[in-house]
């Protein structure tokens, strides 16, 4: 053990192992790393419960060393193994490999299956612990791996539950970033290297923090963003066997349907699953603005959820069963109403005469003019919203009478609808009235 232990050790005398002292001294704090950065020469074992003998019980190979703790009887395990190269430039399946035996080990020896290995271990032979030397053998991997069984399959979920972690930043990214290394891992694989793999991860993680930053402020610092994208990338070249290419028979579908049968259950299914995950986006996005205090209209809700204000306005139902508040539209609390035009146009009184069919006015006095926009006659007619006192000029959209009247919004006299320069040709004014609305309306 001396002489695989790196020259340089972590130790100290409890599990944070947080002193680094040459390997000479390192052997005298009770813990120490047992292995090498990069490099793993020992199996070790960590056994919560007292029987560090349950290895015998379960038919496994006797290990080199037991370490134990004197009061409460738990213990570590210590299997030496033909050394395995864990760097970024190791080759893959010996490090799975390494791994799904470790796996089945912990399991049958209800060790603990978080340890992993260490790095950081009992001393074996130092004062705190009880230490038995069983033998000197080193184990070749494939000699561990017949007496247990190794199952390799990967359990992980297959699409990012986002509504699941709406409320935390770092999950949030994490749920998004991982997903698309697994779609990316198996080409870079092929055509790349880790370092390549690694850039685009974080790419997209950056990416992913600045838009989770629209609903969940302030936005990550770039540290947080690195080791992210770095966890992520680093497990993801090591552990992901998984294929990105179409998935066939998540349905489970008989074989005996007809293709056309097949055809339709999975669109519908497809259609379903989509619909789930956007109202998934659209309740995460919800939540991220109600917990900032921001309003729930249309354009928010799709800024943050990455999605059209036309699709979010579809999926209202899901913003008002979670929040019980109807979305407000664009443009709302504007109290000149949706349906007010108020546009003016303004046409030359030489242009607009000499078209066939139309009145040609007479604009000797501005303060009288007048014009129908469909062949009403002039005359003195006053349109006042709310009483309010007649002006200069209106115009009279369908046959109505003009006059030098005006539009007044409850009660408030209106100035000249014409205003022309000294020596100007008056224009006719079009003007469409509009409702009665609030005295301060603009």
């Known amino acids: 053990m001396f002489e695989e232990a790196a020259y340089l050790t972590r130790c100290s005398d409890n599990k944070t192992a947080m002193r680094v002292r040459p390997r000479e001294f390192a052997f005298h704090y009770p813990y120490i790393q047992v292995n090498r950065p990069g490099r793993v020469s020992w199996m070790v074992f960590d056994l919560d419960h ?47 490999y390494l791994k799904a035996v470790y796996r089945a080990y912990a399991t049958v020896l209800k060790a603990d299956p978080d340890y992993h290995g260490g ?35 990967p359990a992980w979920a297959k699409h990012p539950n986002v509504e699941a972690v709406s409320h935390s930043r770092h999950c949030s990214l994490f749920e998004m970033v991982r997903f698309f290394a697994y779609s990316l891992v198996n080409e870079e694989r092929q055509s790349g290297c880790f370092e390549s793999f690694h850039q685009r ?8 923090s600045q838009r989770i930053a629209r609903a969940l402020s302030p936005a990550l610092p770039y540290s947080s963003i690195k080791a992210t994208a770095k966890s992520i990338a680093r497990w993801t070249w090591s552990r992901y066997q998984g294929s990105s ?17 097949k055809q339709a259950q999975a669109a519908r299914y497809t259609h379903n699953r989509r619909t789930q995950d956007t109202a998934s986006k659209i309740r995460a996005a919800c939540r991220g603005l109600v917990q900032l205090g921001k309003p729930l ?31 407000s539209p664009i443009g709302a609390g504007d109290p000149r109403g949706p349906d007010v035009n108020f546009a003016l146009h303004q046409i030359p009184a030489a242009s607009f005469s000499n078209c066939p069919g139309n009145v040609s006015l007479s604009c000797d006095d501005p303060d009288s003019a007048v014009a129908a926009a469909a062949g009403g006659a002039p005359g003195p007619a006053v349109d006042s919203a709310a009483g309010g006192a007649p002006g200069p000029a209106v115009d009279s959209a369908a046959g109505g009478a003009s006059g030098p009247a005006v539009d007044s919004a409850a009660g408030n006299a209106s100035g000249p609808a014409v ?22 309306a603009p």
């Open 50 to 96: 007292p029987d560090s003998l349950i290895w015998e019980s379960q038919g496994l190979p006797p290990p080199n060393l037991i370490v134990r703790n004197r009061t409460s009887g738990s213990s570590h395990l210590f299997y030496a193994i033909v050394p395995v190269c864990t760097t970024e430039n190791a080759r893959q399946k010996p490090i799975d």
């Open 119 to 153: 790095p950081v271990a009992k001393t074996p032979g130092h004062s705190w612990w009880s230490t038995a030397e069983l033998h000197s053998g080193v184990y070749e991997l494939g000699e561990l791996a017949e007496a247990v069984a190794i199952n390799d399959a």
């Open 201 to 208: 991860v974080l790419a997209k993680a950056f990416n992913e």
């Open 245 to 261: 290419s179409c998935h066939r028979g998540a349905m489970r579908l008989s074989p005996d349907l007809p293709l056309k049968e």
């Open 297 to 327: 209209t249309l354009s928010a809700i799709a800024s943050v959820a990455s999605l059209t204000r036309q699709t979010v306005a579809k999926y209202q139902h899901v913003v008002a069963e979670d929040h019980h508040a109807p979305v």
């Open 419 to 440: 205003d022309s320069a000294p020596g100007d040709t008056p224009s006719l004014i079009l003007h469409r009235l509009r409702p009665a609305g609030p005295a301060n």
